[in-house]
């Protein structure tokens, strides 16, 4: 694995925080506290979301990887279809 994927890896797991906040209240036996709970958690989504989606613009790392290797199935596909064709 490369090391933007690391980050990626990382990235999902920091997603995970949100519903952790969520569900601690009631884990813990205080379901009185679960609105506050969820209002803290849709916020540190909604942080998160902005977050990554400034991320994303900064570094298009994952859109260049795409790119990338639309390319070479691209170009596989053509030659693919020239060795058929003079076969």
Request: glycine share 8%.
């Amino acid at each position: 694995t490369d090391s933007q994927t690391m980050v990626g890896a990382k990235i999902m797991g920091i997603s995970c925080l949100p519903y952790l906040i969520i569900q601690t209240p009631l884990i813990d036996g205080h379901p009185a506290e679960g609105p506050e709970a969820a209002l803290i958690g849709a916020v540190t989504c909604f942080l998160g979301f902005i977050g990554y989606s400034v991320y994303q613009v900064a570094y298009p790392w994952l859109q260049n990887k795409r790119i990338e290797e639309a390319r070479l199935s691209l170009l596989r596909a053509k030659t693919v279809k020239q060795i058929s064709r003079s076969a």
